[in-house]
C-alpha cells in the first residue's frame, strides 16, 4: 500500500472538508452530495420513504441548520442539512417498519485510487425548549421489535447494486434512553469526534473504487428527541497514475471448514492481471471480520522469486512481502491456506478474508471471500440426558454466546446455583448478556439423532429465581431445526403479560404456550426452584435443538438444567395383500409410524397353499424393502405366475424383520397374500368320427369329454348313453354308463359304445351320450355342452335288380335265362346272389325249368303282362320285375324252345307251349329251309312238352316249334 495513504488513514479527526487534503497526501474531492448548498454540483440522491415533513417534530428531508427546527449543530460546513426526526410515523398515520433511506446517486470512481468516502453526520439527541441547545443526548432506545431500534447504518455499493454494511450506530440491546454505540464492520472506520455529542462528527472509511460507487444512509428513529442529521456526503481519491491490477476467480460462495479439516485453499483459482506491470510488489490477506487470534492461521508456499522468508503471518494479516512476477504471485496466492487449530471448540464467527495485492506502481487492487467454520459437537442419540454436571462445550453440546465464569454477575454458562429441585449441582444460566438478536443469539446447541424414533418429547428443568424483576428482553425459548437454518420455537417462556408489560423490570417470566412472545398470565410461573416442563419435538430424522435464553441487566437470572429428549421407537408392520395370478405381482404394504429419515427393513415369503414347487410364485428370501424420508408406506413385491389352471385361491405368507432402525410390530410382522384364481374350465362332450358298424363283433363308437382350462384336483363326470338316438340299444349298440374322473392337470378322456355289426341294410344311426359334472372340489368348473350325438355308418349296401322287358306271341309262351336275370342285380355285399322265386303279376304263369323262367301266356293273351321274381345273397332279398309285351297273333310262329339235350344221337327237345294247343317241331339244315319232324305234340297243362329228334343227326341242324293256325 502507498505509504502516503496510510498516513492519510492514520489521521486521529478532520475539523472540516478542507481537512481531507491534508499535505503529503494526493486526495482531493471527487463528488459530493450537500443537499442543495451545492446545487449544481451536487451528486443528487434519492430517499424511501418519500421525504415529508409535518412542520413540527416529525420530519425526513432537507431542512436549515438554523435552530428554526432544532437548536445548532456545530462543526457544520453547510447551510442545510438532512435532518430525520421520529420517522416511523410518517405523513397519512401509516407506521413504518422500514428504514428510512437516503442513497446517493452513481459516482464513477474509474482511474481513481485511494478513495475513501467523508460523512459528515450528527446525532445530539433531544433539543431544548426553544431549540436554545442540544440538551439530551440520552434519547435513543434498542427494543426487541425491530421497529423500535433506533440506528444510524452506513453500507456502500462499487457496483451500484450489491450494498455492504461499513458501520452501524445504535444503543445497546435492551437500552432505553441512551446513546448510540458504534459498531465496525470494516477496518480503517474513523469517526471524530464520537457521535453522540451536539457537533457535527467526520465519520471516514476507505473503499474500493467501482463505476457506480453509492453510498446508502439508513435510520431509524421511532420518537421526539431521536435526531439524526446529515451534513454532506463525499467521495474522496487519487487520479491513478497508471493501471490499477485486477483480481480474478476467487470463488464467490465461502468456503465451509468444519472442525479438524486442517489447511483448507482459500484461492486455488485465483489469478491477477495487470495491463501496465508485469510484477507486483506486495499483497496481504487478512481476517478482516470475525478473527480469532488463537485459532485462526493463515497460510502459504513459496514459489519462484518469492521466498518463505517473504512470507510472514502476524496478527490477523499474511503479508507477502517482494517484487515479483505476476506469475511468482499468481502460484503464492494459490496455496494460500486457512487452518483453525481449535480441533474441540472451534469459535463459528464468520470470517471475512480481504486478499489485496499492489503492483510497482502503488496501485491496489483487493477480494473478500467468506470462511464460515462449523463446530463439530457429538451427536447424541435418544434417550438422552443432558444436567450439566460437567463441562460439555464443543463435545456434548455448542454454548454459543458470550460465556462467563460461574460466579460473574455477566454469565451465560456453568453455574452452581442453591436452588431447590436442581438435577445434581450444577445448571446453565444466563444474566446480562446484550446481544442483538438480529444477528446472533445466546444459545445452548444439541446435535440429536432421532432416526428410528417417534412422539418425541423435551423434558428441562427451569428457573427464573429474580422473582418480579424482569422486562420485555428476557426470555428462554427452545426451538428445533431439521435444516440448520430454519428454526422452530417448540417451548418458550417469556415476561408475564396482561397487555401492559413493563418495558424495564417490573414483570416475572411465565410459560409462553400460545409461543406469541408473551408470557401467559394463567400459566405456570418460574421462581426460586428449578420445575420440569415437557415438550413435543416434532419427528425428524436428525435435528438440532437449542435453548435460547436472553437476559439484558443483573438480576434477571435464567437457568436450565436436566435436559431430555425421550421417544417411542419407530414401529414398522405389514398387511395382507391380494391379487389376481394373472396381475404379475403381489403387493404388501409396509408401514411405519413416522416418516422422519430412512430406513430399510428385510423381507421374506414362505409357502402356504402357495408353493414355489407349483411355479405360483417366486420366493423373496431377506429382499430389502426401503423407505425413502418422508415416506411412510414402501411396497414389498413378489412376483406371481399366471397360469390357465383352475384352482382355488391360495395363499402365502410374508415376514418382515432386521429393521435398520426401530422396532417390527408384534402383531403385524407377518401378513397373509392372497393369489385369486381368475381362472374357470367348462366340461363339455363331443362325438369322434363316425363309425361303420361291420357284419359282426363291435366296433368303438368313441365319445370325448374334455375340459377348457386343466384343474389342479381330479373332476369326477357321469357319462351314459340314452335311447334317443336311431340307433336301438342291445341291437345297434350296447347302452354304457360310467363316472370317471379327469385327474389333475389333464383336460380331457373318452368314453367308448360299443356299437353291434350286423349285415342288416339299414339307414345310418345314431347314439346320444350325454355328460354330468359329479364333483370338483369347489373349483370354479361349470357344464358346458352336455349331450353330443355319433353317427354308426351302415355298411350294408342294398341289392337293386333293374327292371327287364321280354317279347311274347299270343298263343306263345316265351323265356328268359336266370343267369340273364341275375345279370341285373347290383349292390350287396359281393356275396353269390341266387334266384329265390318267381311269380306272375298278371295273366298267365312262370315257371322255372332248368337254367330258364318260362312265362306261360293265358290262352289267347293279347295284353302287355309282367312277372316278378326274388333274389337273395342269403342275407337280403331284392325283387326285380320282367315287363311282357305282346308281339301279335302266335299262329305258325315259333315258340320257345327250353333246352336241346343230344345223347347216343338221339336229341331231346324240351318246349314250353300252351297248354292244350298241338306244336309241330321242324328241322332245318340253313334256317330257310324247314321240314316237320314227327307228328305234333299236344302241350300238356304244365306248358311243357318234349320232343325227340331220332336221328340220325347230321353235323348242323336246327330246330323250331311251329303251332298251328288259332281258330
Not at 596 to 602: F, H, I, N, P, R
Request: charged residues 15%; glycine residues 8%.
Amino acid at each position: 500500500m502507498n505509504t502516503t495513504i496510510k498516513h492519510w488513514l492514520g489521521l486521529a479527526a478532520f475539523a472540516s472538508l478542507s481537512n481531507l487534503l491534508h499535505a503529503g497526501t494526493a486526495a482531493s474531492v471527487i463528488a459530493c452530495e450537500t443537499f442543495g448548498d451545492d446545487a449544481g454540483n451536487d451528486i443528487g440522491y434519492s430517499t424511501s420513504p418519500t421525504e415529508f415533513d409535518d412542520s413540527s417534530t416529525d420530519f425526513f428531508t432537507v431542512l436549515p441548520n438554523n435552530s428554526t427546527r432544532f437548536a445548532f449543530i456545530g462543526g457544520s460546513t453547510e447551510t442545510n442539512v438532512f435532518a430525520a426526526e421520529d420517522i416511523d410515523s410518517p405523513p397519512g398515520g401509516t407506521t413504518s417498519s422500514s428504514l428510512g433511506q437516503v442513497t446517493t446517486n452513481s459516482v464513477d470512481l474509474t482511474g481513481y485510487a485511494n478513495t475513501i468516502v467523508q460523512i459528515v453526520l450528527a446525532a445530539p439527541g433531544d433539543s431544548a425548549p426553544g431549540n436554545t441547545s442540544f440538551d439530551n443526548p440520552n434519547e435513543y432506545d434498542h427494543s426487541v421489535t425491530d421497529s423500535e431500534i433506533d440506528r444510524l447504518i452506513i453500507e456502500y455499493a462499487a457496483d451500484g447494486i450489491n450494498f455492504s454494511e461499513v458501520v452501524r450506530f445504535e444503543p445497546d440491546i435492551g437500552v432505553f434512553n441512551g446513546q448510540l454505540t458504534r459498531d465496525d464492520k470494516i477496518s480503517n472506520v474513523n469517526v471524530f469526534p464520537a457521535i453522540g455529542s451536539s457537533s457535527f462528527s467526520y465519520a471516514t472509511f476507505p473503499i474500493t473504487p467501482g463505476a457506480n460507487a453509492r453510498i446508502r444512509i439508513s435510520m431509524q428513529t421511532s420518537g421526539s428527541g431521536e435526531f439524526f442529521a446529515i451534513d454532506s456526503i463525499c467521495f474522496l481519491g487519487e487520479v491513478s497514475a497508471s493501471e490499477a491490477p485486477s483480481i480474478t476467480g476467487l470463488p464467490a460462495a465461502s468456503l465451509d471448514y468444519t472442525e479438524g479439516d486442517g489447511a483448507l485453499p482459500i484461492a486455488s483459482t485465483i489469478s491477477v492481471g495487470d495491463l501496465d506491470s508485469s510484477s507486483l510488489t506486495e499483497a496481504t490477506v487478512a481476517i478482516t471480520s470475525g478473527f480469532q487470534a488463537a485459532e485462526d492461521v493463515l497460510a502459504a508456499t513459496a514459489s519462484g522469486s518469492i521466498t518463505q522468508g517473504d512470507i510472514t503471518f502476524s496478527g490477523n494479516t499474511l503479508t507477502i512481502s517482494a517484487t515479483a512476477s505476476l506469475a511468482d504471485y499468481i502460484a503464492v496466492l494459490q496455496s494460500l491456506t486457512y487452518e483453525n487449530t481449535n480441533l474441540s471448540n472451534p469459535n463459528t464467527a464468520t470470517r471475512q478474508v480481504t486478499l489485496t495485492i499492489e503492483d510497482d506502481q502503488f496501485n491496489p487492487a483487493s477480494a473478500i471471500r467468506e470462511i464460515e467454520v462449523t463446530n463439530l459437537i457429538n451427536t447424541l442419540t435418544i434417550p438422552f440426558t443432558e444436567s450439566f454436571e460437567t463441562d460439555g462445550q464443543g463435545t456434548r453440546y455448542f454454548a454459543a454466546g458470550e460465556v462467563g465464569g460461574p460466579t460473574d454477575d455477566d454469565i451465560f454458562g456453568r453455574t452452581e446455583p442453591a436452588l431447590a429441585s436442581i438435577d445434581g449441582t450444577f445448571a446453565f444460566a444466563v444474566e446480562d448478556v446484550n446481544v442483538d438478536l438480529s444477528t446472533e443469539l445466546e444459545a445452548i446447541y444439541f446435535n440429536i439423532s432421532a432416526s428410528g424414533f417417534t412422539n418425541l418429547k423435551l423434558n428441562l428443568l427451569a428457573s427464573a429465581p429474580d422473582g418480579a424483576n424482569y422486562d420485555t428482553g428476557d426470555f428462554m425459548e427452545a426451538q428445533v431445526s431439521t435444516d440448520g437454518s430454519t428454526w422452530n420455537t417448540v417451548g418458550a417462556f417469556h415476561a408475564t403479560s396482561d397487555g401492559s408489560l413493563p418495558s424495564v423490570g417490573g414483570a416475572t417470566i411465565s410459560q409462553d404456550l400460545n409461543l406469541d412472545g408473551l408470557g401467559d398470565t394463567d400459566s405456570i410461573v418460574l421462581d426460586s426452584s428449578f420445575q420440569d416442563f415437557e415438550f413435543s419435538l416434532p419427528d425428524a430424522a436428525a435435528f438440532q435443538l437449542r435453548i435460547v435464553m436472553q437476559s439484558n441487566v443483573n438480576n434477571e437470572r435464567l437457568l436450565v438444567d436436566n435436559i431430555r429428549v425421550t421417544a417411542e421407537a419407530v414401529e414398522f408392520g405389514i398387511a395382507a395383500a391380494s391379487a389376481n395370478e394373472s396381475d404379475g405381482t403381489l403387493d404388501f404394504t409396509v408401514t411405519r409410524n413416522s416418516d422422519a429419515g430412512s430406513a430399510t427393513l428385510e423381507f421374506s415369503t414362505s409357502d402356504g397353499s402357495a408353493t414355489t414347487g407349483d411355479s405360483d410364485y417366486t420366493a423373496a428370501s431377506a429382499s430389502t424393502v426401503t423407505f425413502e424420508d418422508g415416506e411412510l408406506t414402501a411396497t414389498a413385491q413378489v412376483t406371481i405366475t399366471a397360469d390357465n389352471k383352475v384352482e382355488l385361491d391360495e395363499t402365502l405368507t410374508a415376514t418382515i424383520a432386521n429393521p435398520s432402525v426401530g422396532v417390527i410390530s408384534t402383531s403385524a410382522a407377518s401378513a397373509v397374500g392372497t393369489i385369486n384364481n381368475d381362472d374357470s374350465s367348462t366340461l363339455s362332450i363331443a362325438a369322434g368320427p363316425a363309425v361303420v358298424e361291420g357284419d359282426s363283433g363291435t366296433t368303438n363308437l368313441t365319445f370325448s369329454a374334455t375340459l377348457s382350462n386343466p384343474v389342479d384336483v381330479g373332476v369326477t363326470i357321469d357319462l351314459a348313453t340314452n335311447a334317443t338316438g336311431t340307433a336301438t340299444p342291445g341291437t345297434d349298440f350296447t347302452s354304457s354308463s360310467t363316472s370317471p374322473t379327469i385327474t389333475a392337470g389333464a383336460t380331457s378322456l373318452t368314453f367308448n359304445v360299443p356299437v353291434l355289426g350286423d349285415h342288416e341294410v339299414e339307414s345310418n344311426e345314431t347314439v346320444v351320450a350325454t355328460v354330468a359334472l359329479s364333483g370338483a372340489s369347489g373349483r370354479d368348473v361349470t357344464l358346458g355342452t352336455a349331450t353330443a350325438t355319433g353317427t354308426i355308418n351302415d355298411d350294408d349296401p342294398l341289392i337293386e335288380v333293374a327292371t327287364s322287358n321280354l317279347g311274347f306271341t299270343t298263343g306263345l309262351s316265351t323265356k328268359v335265362l336266370i343267369s340273364d336275370l341275375l345279370g341285373n342285380v347290383s349292390g350287396g355285399e359281393g356275396r353269390e346272389v341266387t334266384l329265390s322265386s318267381v311269380a306272375t303279376s298278371g295273366s298267365g304263369s312262370v315257371q322255372v325249368v332248368g337254367d330258364w323262367v318260362i312265362f306261360i301266356a293265358a290262352p289267347n293273351q293279347t295284353s302287355d303282362t309282367s312277372f316278378t321274381y326274388e333274389v337273395t345273397d342269403g342275407f337280403q332279398t331284392a325283387s326285380g320285375t320282367v315287363t311282357l309285351f305282346n308281339s301279335g297273333n302266335g299262329n305258325d310262329t315259333t315258340s320257345n324252345i327250353v333246352s336241346i339235350v343230344t345223347e347216343e344221337g338221339v336229341a331231346t327237345i324240351t318246349v314250353a307251349g300252351i297248354p292244350n294247343r298241338s306244336y309241330q317241331l321242324e328241322t332245318s339244315p340253313d334256317l330257310s329251309t324247314w321240314t316237320a319232324l314227327g307228328a305234333p305234340v299236344t302241350c300238356p297243362a304244365s306248358g311243357i312238352m318234349t320232343m325227340v329228334d331220332p336221328g340220325p343227326l347230321p353235323s348242323n341242324r336246327m330246330y323250331r316249334i311251329v303251332a298251328p293256325a288259332i281258330n
